[in-house]
Nanobody
Framework: QVQLVESGGGLVQPGGSLRLSCAASGFTSDYYSIGWVRRAPRKEREGVSCIADSDFTTVYSDYAKGRFTISLDRAKNTVYLQMNSLKPEDTGVYYC????????????????WGQGTQVTVSS
């Protein structure tokens, strides 16, 4: 059974940084793509970033490019999302999600989901 456990959310001032972690377990397929999806207040769910563990290919949304960095530690089965220069509009619940295969999917196509971690950017 695949389990994804997020951590690292919290309250941060605008311009600050946070690092989210997603500890994964129970994978049975050879390769997975693991991503971060967020749901901001009064907005639809949207993809943030994704990484394919087959070749470490990464995908970023336009608003994440240049500010966020996704990475994978295979030894720890953990995916990280380093978020810098945070803005109030980055506020939301951030979910870790995964799907078998080497292609990052649309945000509503992931098969497995974590419980989410709250990120609040406010002064």
């Amino acid at each position: 059974q695949v389990q994804l456990v997020e951590s690292g959310g919290g309250l941060v001032q605008p311009g600050g940084s946070l690092r989210l972690s997603c500890a994964a377990s129970g994978f049975t397929s050879d390769y997975y793509s693991i991503g971060w999806v967020r749901r901001a207040p009064r907005k639809e769910r949207e993809g943030v970033s994704c990484i394919a563990d087959s070749d470490f290919t990464t995908v970023y949304s336009d608003y994440a490019k240049g500010r966020f960095t996704i990475s994978l530690d295979r030894a720890k089965n953990t995916v990280y999302l380093q978020m810098n220069s945070l803005k109030p509009e980055d506020t939301g619940v951030y979910y870790c999600a995964a799907i078998p295969g080497s292609t990052c999917p649309a945000p509503d196509r992931y098969r497995y989901w974590g419980q989410g971690t709250q990120v609040t950017v406010s002064s």
